[in-house]
């Protein structure tokens, strides 16, 4: 009894105390006195001076200096780069002298924990659909808010954020939505991840200064320098396989929403998009531009406005680019839309500088000679147009990009190596040069940023050619494709009939590139998937952030699945020694069908090839329309009977049955008169006379023929989830063959 006691006893004091410290920990304060003090202060001092400066001009030295701390606030509402890089930046720039520097840092994270940061302009999402029986289309504040739910409703932004990307290329596809709608919704749900994953960051910041009575600005810069940030992590790394599932259930939910948003009336924004009205006034932000120009040109905003030519939008920087947007933010004319486009597609490429250690002129870099004895680099030279002050940046630049090539190619050598920054605009339009005759990378300060990959790699494969070939000249890769021979040959080829994806916009039947562009596409794909593996990026070095974010240089992915996985790796291999730990990593990204990127699995159903011709061939006989065609089930034979592969099979054949609707509605649309129009036509579009089972049958054809397209193509094997056709025992069986 005694014994039953004490037990007793124990364990109710066990449980006391868990309950004691439980209680403690939901009781600890978020932050501490001294952090809440210093926010207040800050947040009080920029509240009120924002309204004092909107109608006034500013003077002398202490204008300027309050020209650039406003500056950084409005950075900060429009989303233009990681919000600590910002903090990051203001904790150190020397153009804020005193207790100004520190203010605006206290700031920053004060607007951020508060929501205002990384402000969308509704409009861009404007006609993106759908559209009413009379003509009315949904709002773009309809589709933002929608975008905004989905990514803030999950378990992790990250998989609401694919939610989105994979509902809106289904929709497209279906032709409910305008196809130009699926670029622009996955940069919006970027920048709505973006701020759900930087207030989660700062809110961990506080309560860990707070738990550890640390200072708050050098926990932030030792998180910033351990890439900790979960906002400046690479989106290009994989996300967990929970993530993905949690994506993938939540796709059908949202395209049932974006199916009727025509119907409802949009939700009032929330205090957290609702930025609308700039920060700084119309000459404060005229300063800004002036002033802005003592830093250098960032290739990420130069290249992204000058895509975007239906706006006037023209900056150097980020800095100048808030500047330029600030007063045209206010209007409500035609122009607006244009340039609130151009700043989304500005913002989102921005976030490829998310590690960048801030610089400023005055600040050190590494010299000539240092380069030439850690790289062998023969010389680095600039054109007499680029400032002074702005060469130590480029140069350390360069050495980032350089030593992070060799991260992932570690016995990469550019001895003899020279390169040549530049002020003036390039041939043929080009971002930057590797001029094989004088083995030289020409690049240009304005647009080169983001291109050193691609470029590193085109002297990769000149370096090679010497050592393949007895007679020097060119790329090995155009010359063993040209003498149709060796391995390379073999890799290129691979490379090349493993069908590319399509940039949105373009055509399937563009020219394919030469091989020592396919080459450096896909290398600078490789370098950039191997950095996220191990958590990094670096701007200058590649432009890439995800599967669906390529950049201005490289493209959409190049190398994926097995056959096109395989080719690359094996043509890298045969250029420079690559680790068995890189190339599996590479390999399981992008070839292994139970974790690659769902998008990748949507857009190879819907770019893969179909025969329009051949299916309609098949609707012959007195079977009538798509009578045959429906002969052939859309069946597809998962690899195995887990949650993921089953959830992966349900979006393949929710794309596949977009598509084939798609297909069939954009082909009755052809027949516009009623005389000409078929039955099958009428029965796609529900017009009189119409009978349903002429349009379904053709549908269910279309989607036999993509799936049998999509499990019978080897390009498509490492994607689609799928047992091929030729392991199985019968082809109108999911049995398989043991070998």
């Not at 304060?29 to 947040?43: D, F, G, I, R, Y």
């Not at 402000?119 to 808010?145: E, K, M, N, Q, Y």
């Not at 770019?607 to 011709?613: D, G, H, L, Q």
């Not at 393949?652 to 129009?677: E, F, I, K, Q, S």
């Amino acid at each position: 009894m005694d014994v039953v006691r004490r037990f007793s006893l124990l364990a109710t004091a066990s449980l006391l105390g868990i309950a004691v410290m439980l209680g403690w920990a939901s009781a600890r304060p978020v932050m501490s006195s001294n952090a809440a003090s210093s926010l207040s202060s800050a947040s009080s001092y920029f509240d009120s001076t924002i309204v004092l400066a909107r109608g006034s001009r500013p003077r002398g030295s202490r204008g300027d200096e309050l020209v650039i701390a406003l500056g950084y606030l409005e950075r900060l509402r429009l989303g233009l780069g990681s919000p600590f890089r910002l903090v990051d930046e203001a904790a150190h720039d020397p153009r804020l002298r005193g207790d100004m520097s520190p203010r605006v840092a206290w700031a920053v994270l004060a607007r951020l924990r508060r929501g205002d940061a990384y402000a969308i302009d509704a409009s861009v999402l404007d006609g993106a659909g759908p559209w009413a029986h009379d003509g009315r289309g949904t709002t773009g504040a309809a589709h933002l808010a929608l975008i905004e739910h989905a990514v803030r409703g999950g378990s992790d932004p990250r998989a609401g954020e694919l939610a989105v990307r994979l509902a809106y290329q289904i929709e497209a596809a279906k032709g409910a939505l305008a196809s130009s709608s699926v670029s622009i919704a996955t940069q919006v749900a970027a920048l709505v991840r973006d701020r759900e994953l930087a207030v989660a960051d700062v809110a961990d910041l506080f309560a860990d200064a707070g738990g550890r009575h640390a200072d708050v600005l050098e926990l932030l810069a030792a998180r910033r320098a351990e890439h900790t940030f979960r906002v400046e992590r690479p989106p290009l790394a994989p996300i967990g396989a929970d993530l993905q599932l949690e994506a993938m259930n939540a796709v059908p939910g949202l395209v049932r929403a974006l199916d009727t948003l025509d119907r409802v009336d949009a939700p009032p924004l929330t205090a957290a998009v609702d930025k609308s009205s700039p920060v700084i006034g119309r000459a404060f932000a005229a300063r800004l531009v002036v002033l802005s120009q003592s830093r250098p040109p960032v290739a990420q905003v130069v290249v992204t406005l000058r895509s975007h030519e239906r706006t006037a939008l023209r900056a150097t920087n980020d800095e100048s680019l808030a500047a330029g947007y600030s007063p045209a933010a206010v209007r409500s004319d035609s122009a607006r839309r244009p340039t609130a486009l151009a700043l989304l597609s500005a913002a989102v490429a921005l976030r490829s500088l998310a590690q960048q250690v801030p610089w400023f002129a005055g600040d050190g870099g590494p010299d000539a000679a240092d380069l030439a004895a850690e790289f062998g680099l023969a010389n680095v030279s600039f054109a007499r147009g680029v400032p002074s002050e702005w060469r130590p940046y480029y140069m350390r630049e360069l050495q980032g990009a350089l030593r992070d090539m060799q991260r992932v190619l570690p016995t990469f050598a550019m001895d003899g190596l020279r390169v040549q920054f530049g002020v003036d605009a390039l041939p043929d339009s080009a971002l930057a040069m590797h001029d094989p005759r004088t083995r030289t990378l020409q690049l240009s300060v304005s647009t080169s940023g983001g291109t050193l990959a691609h470029e590193l790699s085109h002297d990769l494969d000149w370096q090679a050619s010497r050592r393949l070939f007895a007679v020097a000249g060119g790329y090995s890769t155009d010359r063993s494709i040209r003498e149709r021979r060796g391995t390379l040959a073999r890799s290129l080829r691979g490379l090349a009939e493993a069908r590319l994806l399509r940039s949105p916009g373009v055509a399937a039947t563009a020219p394919m590139d030469r091989p020592a562009e396919l080459f450096a596409r896909g290398a600078d794909w490789f370098v950039a998937s191997s950095l996220a593996q191990q958590g990094r990026t670096n701007g200058f070095l590649s432009a890439i952030e995800d599967a669906s974010l390529g950049g201005y240089a490289a493209g959409p992915p190049t190398a994926i699945g097995v056959a096109g996985a395989g080719a690359l790796t094996s043509a890298i291999e045969a250029m420079t020694y690559l680790p068995d730990s890189t190339r599996a990593a590479f390999e399981s990204q992008w070839s292994d069908p139970r974790v690659v990127d769902p998008t990748l699995l949507v857009r190879r159903a819907l770019e893969t090839p179909v025969s329009w011709r051949a299916a309609w061939q098949l609707r012959g006989g007195a079977a009538g329309a798509a009578g045959s065609l429906a002969g052939a089930p859309a069946q597809l034979c998962v690899s195995d009977d887990s949650p993921a592969s089953r959830a992966r099979e349900r979006l393949l054949m929710t794309a596949v049955d977009a598509r084939a609707r798609g297909m069939a509605l954009r082909r009755a649309r052809y027949r516009p008169a009623a005389w000409t129009r078929p039955e099958w036509a009428s029965s796609v579009l529900g017009l009189a006379p119409w009978a349903p089972d002429e349009g379904l049958r053709l549908i269910d054809g279309l989607r036999a023929a993509i799936v049998s397209e999509l499990t019978s193509a080897l390009p498509d094997q490492g994607v689609v989830p799928a047992v091929p056709v030729i392991f199985r025992s019968n082809a109108a069986s999911c049995s398989s063959i043991s070998r």
